[in-house]
């Protein structure tokens, strides 16, 4: 496992290189549920994202890198799109919801660590987006979960989780996702305001997180019709909006959804004790935020709501608040 570890790195650190020498958005975002006064579950995420600088679907065969031509293949052909890629490198944790305790917990949620590197490609239009990723990584001690997390609880002073050596076992895990946004209507508001309902679906076929899911969008603000589709139901896709602002864009919106989850890793991993745990497979998200973007920079901030993940959970909702800072090169 270590050396499956290093050979992602490398293969980060390569496309990172390319990355760099190329236009484009980063960001960085952080997930915690601190926000709605927890500490369990899905507890933290943060990721490192970039996003290439759009270009016509005519041209995209020689600009999209040639591991990401057969992505292409799997996408709906679309008349008078703009296109674009980015690699992503993220960590999630989950812990149970009491981490003081030393002891295998067998009702409830074990602590996971995952740790993956990702390609994505994306096409757009004013009324209909098409996005899809492959991920590969790694869910275990490899992931480096427990560290960051002592280091974070022990800076701020928050309680020590006592569990992570009954954390799930390495395992490689693989997944490709597809995601589908469909616009309703949209209309003016006032001023140069706009306001538009759209429709999701969103499938992943993954050896982690099998599910599908689909719902509805509602967004406020400006420039709607240029920045259709670039919310998502994927963990961690932050779309390129600094590339398609003149001056500056708001925008509030609302984004719910409900759907199936066929296996969980997470919940259902190799463990060194017997877990009771099971997962629960019909599943219900609801997010809340505002995105606010200048032509070299993006601030994106909401509040998740989601269902719980596994049936013995006492709490039937949770929540986790996400923070994403992208700026332009």
Not at 130 to 149: C, D, F, H, M, V
Not at 286 to 293: E, S, Y
Request: hydrophobic share 35%; aromatic share 16%; with cysteine.
């Amino acid at each position: 496992m270590k050396l499956f570890s290093v050979r992602i790195l490398l293969f980060l650190c390569l496309y990172c290189y390319q990355c760099f020498l190329l236009a484009g958005q980063w960001t960085i975002q952080l997930e915690n549920d601190v926000t709605f006064y927890e500490d369990g579950n899905y507890t933290n995420g943060l990721m490192f994202n970039w996003q290439s600088d759009y270009f016509s679907s005519d041209k995209r065969s020689k600009t999209l890198p040639n591991v990401l031509l057969w992505q292409k293949k799997l996408l709906i052909e679309q008349k008078a799109d703009l296109v674009n890629w980015g690699v992503k490198l993220s960590q999630r944790m989950w812990t149970p919801s009491e981490i003081k305790i030393e002891e295998p917990q067998p009702f409830d949620r074990p602590y996971a660590g995952v740790l993956e590197f990702e390609l994505h490609s994306a096409q757009y239009t004013n009324q209909l987006a098409q996005k899809n990723w492959s991920t590969i990584g790694i869910i275990g001690p490899s992931a480096g979960a427990e560290k960051l997390q002592s280091l974070f609880h022990s800076s701020t002073g928050s309680s020590a989780p006592n569990g992570w050596q009954y954390q799930i076992e390495n395992q490689a895990v693989f997944s490709y996702s597809y995601e589908l946004d469909k616009l309703f209507i949209r209309q003016k508001s006032f001023s140069y305001y706009q306001w538009e309902f759209s429709g999701h679906g969103y499938g992943s076929l993954s050896n982690l997180r099998s599910e599908i899911a689909t719902g509805l969008t509602f967004r406020w603000g400006t420039n709607l019709a240029e920045t259709f589709g670039r919310l998502s139901s994927h963990y961690g896709q932050i779309s390129n909006l600094t590339s398609l602002t003149k001056h500056y864009d708001f925008t509030l919106f609302t984004r719910a959804q409900i759907g199936y989850r066929f296996n969980d890793v997470t919940i259902t991993g190799d463990l060194p004790y017997h877990s009771l745990v099971e997962v629960q497979h019909p599943q219900a998200q609801l997010k809340l935020g505002f995105n606010l973007t200048f032509p070299h920079f993006s601030i994106l901030w909401s509040v998740n709501a989601y269902t719980r993940d596994y049936q013995s959970d006492s709490d039937y909702w949770h929540g986790y608040g996400s923070l994403s800072l992208s700026w332009r090169i």
